[in-house]
């Protein structure tokens, strides 16, 4: 475990956008998906959430932006406990995005009109520029490859102007030159003060993106710190077996 | 531009009908019998009537039960069936103001040419249908409670008959319209009791023919009843009354005598 | 079925000679089942969209009631308008029965339940692959609900169009509410039931014909707006 100078202010989020939960339990069918989390996460930066299959991570996730409901604990943003104004503030990126049936350029002004945003025009010409679509903004969304469709789910989500982006495994269909961009999108995102969270299983694309990991197996947090200690050092036998590659009970 | 359009269209449309947007525009419901709309005895008389009093005459036209029955929901102004006992029922409980003969035909039992039970030229008819039933030929009945229905069941009843018995094996009920039931009965071969007007103007007669015909209790009388207002405020007296004054007065009489289908007269005026 | 290629060459002489009465009977069975077959889209693919996305007690029985709605036979239909309309009746007052819009409630009732079961299902589909995502957005109901029926509209257009078959092709209701009046409430069907009636077998299969050939005009219509719409945004 990391000590007390554990997790690191950065400068550009805002205190809404720093996360706390506590003693978080998640039980269904009689088995504790989450057992007693506690986690704080500072108001910038990348934050990977690691660990095995059915560990937890995305439901975890889930409960977090508030598309799960918690058995018990505590989830607050700045403070403040989930609810809809909060809840606006959180964008979600699935693994595999929902895109309407409709244009690109659709699916992004979609977004914008729920939010209220008048003149979307400018906007949504910008938001593709950002992920590299603004040529097939009159395309199908359904036509794009895949690494597109992820590209146009991240367009998408930033059009909610969110403080805080969770990314649930964003890449794990993609070939590696299509991970890579989207990876390039996420840092530009968090250097510009967007506070993100990316549920991941490649360790690759963990040590490329993490400011500081969050290990977790079985429904528990197992580890958290810093990536560079956590990748050089780690403290616990499961996150060493799950970094070399070896099978993790 | 396309939407509008057709959103006039609807609307003119639909403020056409006997309802009370079409209070201006002089219009009558008729429940009638089918024989006189199937017969074309309507598209003839008519625009007759029209002409002379620019009233226009919708013709619902179905089975004398249901015509009587929707005339009792007040669902009509005139009432033209051919039912007499029913017709004076109806005066009698009051949804009627008067019953008028209007005019007749006569009904007659129409059968394959190969006449299974030998009824072909018999003037009786009581005796045919008690041939008919001895043999089991079939029969195709109306079963609706129409004119034609009641006329057949007193028939079947003065012959001292109840077919109902074999109903299914050679005695068969439609339940349907005089044309139905007659292409019914064409299809398999049994004998149909019709009246005049709807055989000769019947398009799909087969290789069937008239077998039995000229017999007095044959006789097919219709009645006209203006539906009473007291009953039915609905009711439109003036109109109505207008029509039926024009059916029997010598006018109306004497267009009913001058329709004719392959120069054949279908309906004999009898108006008193 | 000798009679059916006289009927066919009877359908054409009567479509070339512009017969008035036909082109009147064609424009008014339109005009009632297109009529009917919108109203009924408006209703039957909001109710749908309301039960494909909300969860509430009972929701399960008033889909199968729906779905068993969609069997009813046009006839019952028919009785049940005619004895709310009749001047006996409950809405007598209005002096609708025998009018071109008695017809228009009966088969709107009639189609309403199976463009509703129908577009519920489309809706249903679609609802659960953007389920998460739209609360995730926390997007208000009706948001929701728009968004599901346009992006659903080309599917539920399908449920449009079984739904105007079924109302262009029905008799039983039309003929009980509307009377078959000439020149004012007759339609495709109940003028082929008269002329069967009347004996005339080929021209009531030749207005069997002219009925087909138009509910083939409007299924290829809508197959076409389809076909041209799904290259433009639908995938």
Known sequence: ?249 | MKLVAYAIAVSAILATGPGPAAAQDRSILVQSTTSTANSGLYDYLLPIFHDKTGITVNVVAVGTGQAIKNAQNCDGDVLLVHATPAEEKFVADGFGVKRSDLMYNDFIIVGPAADPAGVKGMKDAEAALTKIAGSKSIFASRGDDSGTHKKEQALWKSAGIDPTGASGSWYRETGSGMGATLNTGIGMGAYVLTDRATWISFANKGDFEIVVEGAKNLFNQYGVILVNPEKCPSVKTEEGQAFIDWLLSDDGQTAIAGYRVDGQQLFFPDAS | MQDLGGAIQLALSLIVSADRNLAEIVSLSLLVSLTATALSCIIGVTLGAVLATTRFAGRGAVIAVVNALMGLPPVVIGLIVYLALSRSGPLGFLGLLYTPTAMIIAQTILVTPIVAALSRQILEDLHVEYDEYFRSLCLPHRNVVAALIWDGRFSVLTAGLAGFGRAVAEVGAVIIVGGNIDHLTRVMTTAIALETSKGDLALALALGTILMAIALFVNGLVYYIRCTALRSAYA
């Open chain 1, 1 to 249: 475990m990391a000590g007390a100078s554990w997790p690191p202010l950065r400068a550009g989020g805002a205190e809404r956008c720093s996360l706390a939960v506590n003693d978080l339990w998640y039980l269904a069918g009689g088995r504790a998906l989450l057992s007693g989390i506690n986690l704080t996460l500072g108001r910038s930066g990348i934050t990977v959430l690691m660990g095995p299959n059915g560990a937890g991570k995305s439901l975890l996730l889930r409960v977090v932006h508030g598309l799960a409901a918690p058995t018990s604990g505590a989830v607050t943003w700045g403070g403040r406990s989930l609810n809809e104004e909060t809840r606006r503030n959180i964008a979600l990126v699935f693994q595999k995005p929902a895109l309407l049936r409709r244009t690109v350029a659709a699916n992004v002004d979609f977004v914008l009109a729920a939010r209220g945003v008048k003149d979307r025009t400018d906007r949504r010409n910008e938001l593709l520029e950002t992920v590299d679509l603004a040529n097939r903004a009159d395309q199908p969304a359904r036509l794009l490859s895949g690494g597109e469709q992820q590209r146009l789910a991240l367009a998408r989500a930033l059009a909610t102007d969110p403080c805080v982006l969770l990314l649930d495994e964003p890449t794990a269909s993609l070939d590696p030159a299509s991970s890579l961009r989207i990876e390039q999108i996420i840092a530009l995102v968090a250097a510009r003060g967007v506070r993100v969270i990316l549920v991941t299983h490649d360790v690759g694309q963990a040590r490329r993106l993490a400011d500081d990991v969050v290990f977790m197996s079985h429904g528990q947090v197992v580890e958290m710190g810093f990536a560079d200690s956590f990748f050089s050092a780690p403290q616990s036998e499961r996150a060493r077996a799950f970094l070399d590659g070896r099978f993790v009970l």
